[in-house]
């Protein structure tokens, strides 16, 4: 009878505990972690080169002065849009009017004493062979209307000169822009050849040049693609704060040779502006277009996460257990990622949701639109784990 009672009593509380045991086995089941989930698809993308760069004037003009003197006009309004030959400043003309009609005087001077010469020469001539005059004489009257004929020359040279200096005096634009501040005002003195003091600038904006840079590795995908001899290549332009506005240009040159201090080398493209969307000097991004990759596997950018092994995703499999797969990325392609290697296409991956996730557990696909609730479900699930080791 005593046997029968420790018998008893060692197997009530060893029942009890396989009893409290199997209890907390079934708590600490995980449900189903909610995540949203991707298709991945399938398409053909454009390869492109990524790249900062700035926009630069196609042509740009420092106004400098060609002859001394007062500015006594500003003809026209900082920012206006200019055409060749419309007037800028004027510049104080008097003296250089006085410097036409003295150098047009002494023209008419040396041209009096020539055909007064020329008149002396012919009446030698027919006096030389009646020995009137010697041959000697004769020469005498010859290099003296040579020498009328070379001052004439001379004094029309001068007379040029100042017509020149006098049309200096109104300085007009040399090419199709738009001006930019004045930098002499009216009654400022300036000198001709003013070398580093412009006057004013003027930007032809019609076209830019987009100037960039790209890294040696690119280039070499470049080379693929480019030939300098027969083709160009259109790339992308983009402001950088403004992604709404879209500008295109052609590639017309690349440098002779890769920066060793940067491993960059430099490009340069040509882009019609003529609704003045870019400004010379403004920041702008590029996409160089290379070619189009026939049936790229594409993902959401989200899914794609960083871990110690590299980039990963989550795999939904049939049973709806998740399994880790790295994968290999390309480009960004708006809110797709590229996949070069690691998934297939129409494989389920998990989009959104990875927070709670390890390989093997169970997931249940969610709508788009419950997102924001799942994950807020997600957040408070994980503090709860975190309180209590049973649920790890």
Known sequence: MKVFKKFYI??????LMLIGGCGRSEQSVRPPTPVV???VTIADIPLYIESIGSCVAYESVSIIPQVNGQIVAVNFKQGQKVKIGDPLYTIDPRIYEANLKKAEAQLAIIKAKMKIDVAQLERSQALVPQNYISQQQYEAH??????DIANVDVAEAQVLQAKVDLEHCNIISP????VGTYLVDVGNVVGAMSVGKPLVTVENVDQLYVEFSISENDFYDLQKFFNLEEGKLKIKVFPISNDGVVGEAYVDFINN????????????ALMENPEYKFWPGQSIRTKLLLTVVKNSLLVPAEAVKLGQQGRYVFVIKDDKSVELRLVEIGQIHGDMLVIKNGL??????????????APGMKVVEMPE????????????NKRIAEKNPTTR
Do not use: Y
């Open 344 to 357: 297939g296409e129409g494989e389920i991956i998990v989009k959104r949701g990875q927070l709670m996730l």
């Open 37 to 39: 989930s991707a298709k």
């Open 175 to 178: 090419i199709n822009g738009i």
């Open 10 to 15: 060692l197997v009530v509380p060893m029942f």
């Open 369 to 380: 639109t419950q997102s924001n609730t799942f994950d807020e479900n997600l957040e408070k």
């Open 142 to 147: 010859e290099v003296q209307v040579e020498q």
């Open 257 to 268: 040779s890769i920066d060793r201090k940067t491993g960059s080398i430099k490009l340069r």
